[in-house]
C-alpha cells in the first residue's frame, strides 16, 4: 500500500509515519519543515520511507506527490486557534484552498483520511455527538469544518473529529492544553488559569495514530463518514486536569474569578459510534501528564511557543 502523509513532519506525523513504515507500508511524507526536520531523521533508516520537501498550495507539486498513492492522509494545516489567529490569511489559504487543491487531485479511487477537529463543534450544552450541529468559535474551526464536509462531498472520504491531543512526540507541541499546562508547572511553577469550569476531551498522540491505522484496517465500512475519535473517560474540566498536574509536580494553579479565556471552547463529546467499531484509546491523562512532566524536566525548550 502507499501511503501519502501531507504535513508528516508534525506532531501527529511524526508519532504516526513509524507505525506505518513497521507495517510494510510505502510512506510518503509531504512537509515544508517550517519547524525543522530532525524529528523525521530516524525514519530514514526504513527502506519504504521517501521524503518531499515542498508546500501543498503549489499544484504541480501535489499532483506529482498524489499519483499512485492509495490513501492520503491529510494533517497538514496552520493548527490551533492561536497560530490561526496570528496569520488568518495564511490558515484560510493552507487550511481551505489546499485541501480544495488536494480534493481536484485525487481520484474516487483514492481515499482521503481526514484529520479534523472536536473544535467544530464550539460551546455546546448538551453531549456532541456526530450529529450535532457545528458551531465553530475560532478560525481553525471554521477552516476544518469547511475543510472536511468539502472532502465528505467531493471525495471518498473518512474523517476524524479528534479531542485535543495531548502526550510527547518526536515533534512535540507545547501549545495544546495539557501539555501546555504541564511544561508551565515544571518551568515556571504556578499559573494563573481562567473559566477553569470549562470542559475539554482529550486524546494522547500515540492514540490518535493508532486510530488511523484503525482506519487503514476499516475504511470499507468507515469511508464517506465522521468520527469522533477520543474516549468518554478522558472529558475532563481545566480545573480536573490543573489538579491533576498540580498533584505531580507541586504547582500552584490560581483559578481567576475574574477574565476570560480567549479559547472558548466549552463542551462534552461521545465517542459511541467509533468505540462500536472496535476502537478504544490506550493511554490516560495520568500517564501522558508522567511523560510530560519527566520531558519538561529534562529538555530546556529555547522557542516552545514558535507555532503561537
Not at 473518512?158 to 511544561?183: E, H, M
Amino acid at each position: 500500500m502507499n501511503i501519502l502523509i501531507t504535513g508528516g513532519a508534525g506532531y501527529i506525523g511524526t508519532a504516526l509515519t513509524p507505525m506505518l513504515l513497521q507495517r510494510g507500508y510505502n510512506v510518503t511524507i509531504v512537509d515544508n519543515l517550517l519547524f525543522g526536520g530532525d524529528p523525521i531523521i530516524p525514519f530514514f533508516r526504513y527502506p519504504n520511507i521517501t521524503f518531499k520537501k515542498g508546500d501543498i498550495r503549489n499544484k504541480d507539486f501535489m499532483k506529482e506527490t498524489t499519483r499512485n498513492k492509495d490513501v492520503i492522509i491529510h494533517l497538514a494545516a496552520v493548527v490551533g486557534y492561536p497560530a490561526c489567529r496570528k496569520n488568518p490569511e495564511l490558515a484560510e489559504s493552507v487550511n481551505m484552498g489546499a485541501t480544495k487543491l488536494l480534493s481536484s487531485l485525487v481520484s474516487k479511487d483514492q481515499l482521503i483520511l481526514f484529520g479534523s477537529t472536536g473544535s467544530n463543534y464550539g460551546n455546546v450544552e448538551e453531549v456532541c455527538t456526530e450529529e450535532t450541529p457545528l458551531n465553530p468559535l475560532s478560525l481553525y474551526g471554521q477552516t476544518k469544518t469547511y475543510s472536511e464536509d468539502y472532502l465528505l462531498n467531493h471525495n471518498t472520504t473518512l474523517a476524524f473529529r479528534f479531542a485535543t491531543a495531548f502526550g510527547v512526540a518526536p515533534r512535540l507541541r507545547l501549545d495544546l492544553l495539557i501539555n501546555d499546562f504541564t511544561y508551565r508547572a515544571v518551568s515556571q511553577g504556578y499559573m494563573v488559569v481562567y473559566e477553569s469550569h470549562f470542559m475539554r476531551t482529550f486524546i494522547h498522540v500515540h492514540d490518535i495514530a493508532l486510530s488511523w491505522l484503525f482506519a487503514i484496517d476499516n475504511a470499507d465500512t468507515m469511508q464517506n463518514d465522521v468520527f469522533n475519535v477520543g474516549s468518554d473517560s478522558l472529558n475532563y474540566s481545566k480545573k480536573e486536569i490543573c489538579d491533576l498536574i498540580a498533584e505531580k509536580t507541586g504547582a500552584y494553579f490560581h483559578f481567576a474569578d475574574i477574565g476570560r479565556d480567549a479559547d472558548k471552547r466549552n463542551y462534552v463529546v461521545s465517542y459511541e459510534k467509533i468505540k462500536k467499531l472496535g476502537f478504544n484509546t490506550t493511554i490516560t491523562v495520568e500517564e501522558g501528564i508522567d511523560e510530560l512532566v519527566k520531558a519538561s524536566n529534562a529538555i530546556v525548550f529555547k522557542t516552545p511557543y514558535t507555532n503561537v
